[in-house]
């Protein structure tokens, strides 16, 4: 389904400030699957992500989205196939736009837009439906702009608008960290929901190990650029916050422990 | 001001309405700042001059200038957004080379239409008055590219225009090249400020390569007076502020010319430096309010 073979991707290379992001990752990911990733700070999550969508081309390697080659494709080439939510609410819609204009821009996701109207009048009824299963009262509200909405609501309707037009990969970067507790809750329950509804193969970066463990088929936990944990099926399953704490710690562990040697 | 200053300030706020339309759609929906415009106003003059002097319908030749604006725009259009040319720059680029450009169109500083036939005649014979004709045929033509403009950004490609200028990283993951949308944009609206340089030029009866001077500091103010006096809540709304912005800055401009203190006159020459500075309160007003009610 994808596949990910020796991706190797630099910032600034040559330079004094290059940093190294992803080291020769291989990795393949089966139809339906829903990946955690975790991994500390600066570990290369989003660089992953982005390699996958597009947003920036590896230095190195081939990276395969239902047997098409689409390592060269520009982003823009890739939504045909990928749907993505990122951290911050306000990069998923157009505040100035309507809500309905937004979804409308959505259910066109990568195909050919032309002179037709935006917003088509048959439209209105599905994406009324569709806003009334958030249960947050934004089916009332189809013509209020999205920059009027609430973070939380906001993500909800990226969230919605992300999966309308089924996405082949859904790839989610932090997409509940900006929100307070209660609002990332409903977001991730909605995620769960329409994960399983429509089972989409989905990639979903947290920082929470708890939501790790508890969602999806498989973890990966990403060091330095590299795989670190790829835990699968039944380990998965008996995963506990302990046993990846424990593993957390011990790379962090090392670190700290050459630290001190340096220091010394 | 006598009645039939007032009346030449209100053709001349509709014909470069168009132009302020163009403006409005680099400037606020694409948040492109285009100086182009300055370059393809006269691109438009000369183009349609120099056509109609060979010959070619006048209506026709409104046609080729618009899709001369278009080129220009696009040149800056692909200058920023394929070789990574910082917007101003590239369309200062393409402004200075359009000076040029005019010249080789017209071979020399102008063109005089002197005895031709333009789309104003097809309306004098219909018996309207002469002082009339400006009138009819500005306000016609800037209604229905104001028309137009609305139908287009309703439309599915007009709704990705408009979300470039909003979110482009979000349009992007919708699968839309943000690049072809910045072209297509910053070509129509120098398309339309050539059709404005077209019109110009038929009704007075010359094209000269300096009568793009300003342009887009004119546009600007019009731009900032319509958005001021009439809202931008919808785009409908916000269009038709633009051109009714241009009818009010040109009136304004036709009063401040009018004005006498004591054996002092405005001359036409200073009416770049009234704009200048027209623009830049508004545009350190807020700022000002602001300051004033914090203390
Ligand atoms: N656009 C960029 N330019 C330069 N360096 C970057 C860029 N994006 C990420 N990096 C660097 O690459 C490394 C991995 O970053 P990232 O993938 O964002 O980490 P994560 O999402 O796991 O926290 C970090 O050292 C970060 O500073
Ligand atoms: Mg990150």
């Known amino acids: ?264 | 001001m006598t009645w039939y200053a007032a009346l030449g300030a209100v053709e001349q706020g509709l014909v470069y309405g168009i132009m302020v339309i163009g403006v409005y759609l680099t400037f606020r929906i694409l948040d492109f700042p285009d100086l182009t415009v300055d370059g393809s106003l006269p691109l438009g003059a000369s183009i349609s001059a120099v056509a109609i002097t060979h010959g070619v319908n006048p209506y026709l030749s409104l046609v080729i200038a618009l899709a001369g604006g278009f080129l220009a725009g696009a040149v800056t259009a692909i200058l920023n957004t394929k070789f990574k040319i910082l917007h101003l720059l590239a369309s200062i680029l393409t402004m200075i080379a359009l000076y040029s450009i005019n010249i080789r169109i017209m071979s020399g500083p102008n063109v005089a239409l002197l005895g031709q036939e333009t789309v104003f005649d097809a309306v004098i014979g219909y018996g309207i008055p002469a002082h009339f004709a400006g009138l009819i045929i500005f306000g016609l033509f800037a209604l229905i590219v104001l028309s137009f403009i609305v139908w287009f950004l309703g439309s599915e490609i007009g709704q990705a225009i408009l979300a470039v200028g909003d979110n482009p990283q979000m349009i992007r993951s919708l699968g839309v090249n943000t690049d072809t949308i910045i072209i297509l944009g910053v070509g129509l609206s120098n398309g339309l400020v050539a059709l404005s340089g077209a019109l110009v030029a038929q009704n007075q009866g010359a094209a000269d390569v300096g009568m793009g001077i300003g342009t887009i500091v004119a546009g600007l103010a019009s731009v900032i007076i319509g958005e001021t006096l009439f809202g931008c809540n919808t785009i409908a709304r916000a269009f038709i502020a633009a051109l009714l912005g241009s009818v009010v800055y040109r009136l304004a401009i036709a009063l401040a010319l009018g004005l006498e203190f004591g054996g002092f006159r405005f001359n036409p020459s200073d009416l770049n430096l009234i704009t200048a500075v027209l623009v830049i309160s508004a545009l350190i007003a807020p700022n000002l309010k602001k300051r004033l009610i914090q203390r």
């Not at chain 1, 100035?96 to 937004?102: G, H």
């Not at chain 1, 990568?110 to 002179?115: I, Q, Y």
């Open chain 1, 1 to 264: 389904m994808i596949s990910l073979n020796g991706i190797v991707k630099y910032f600034h290379k040559g330079s004094v400030n290059e940093v190294f992001a992803l080291d020769n990752i291989d990795l393949q990911i089966n139809e339906g699957d829903f990946v955690t990733v975790i991994g500390s700070n600066g570990a290369g999550k989003s660089t992953l992500l982005n390699c996958i969508a597009g947003g920036f081309f590896p230095d190195s390697g081939k990276i395969i989205i239902n047997s098409q080659d689409v390592t060269a494709w520009p982003e823009y080439k890739r939504a045909k196939l990928i749907s993505r939510v990122f951290q911050d609410p306000l990069l998923g819609t157009c505040p100035s736009a309507t809500i309905e204009q937004n979804m409308a821009l959505a259910s066109l996701r990568g195909k050919k837009r032309g002179l037709a109207r935006g917003v088509k009048s048959r439209d209105r009824d599905r994406f009324r439906e569709e806003l009334k299963q958030l249960g947050l009262g934004l089916d009332e509200r189809l013509l209020d702009k999205v920059g009027l909405l609430s973070g939380g609501q906001r993500q909800a309707l990226t969230m919605l608008m992300a999966t309308m037009l089924r996405p082949d990969v859904l790839l989610l970067d932090e997409h509940i960290a900006a929100l307070d507790p209660k609002t990332a809750n409903q977001i991730l329950l909605l995620t769960q929901e329409i994960v399983k509804q429509s089972r989409l193969t989905t990639l979903m970066i947290t920082h929470n190990m708890k939501h790790a463990i508890s969602f999806g088929n498989r973890l990966i936990m990403l060091h330095q650029g590299g795989i670190l944990l790829d835990l699968k099926g039944e380990e998965k399953k008996n995963l506990t916050v302990k046993d990846l704490l424990a593993q957390f710690y011990k790379t962090q562990g090392e670190e700290l422990a050459l630290d001190s040697l340096l220091l010394n």
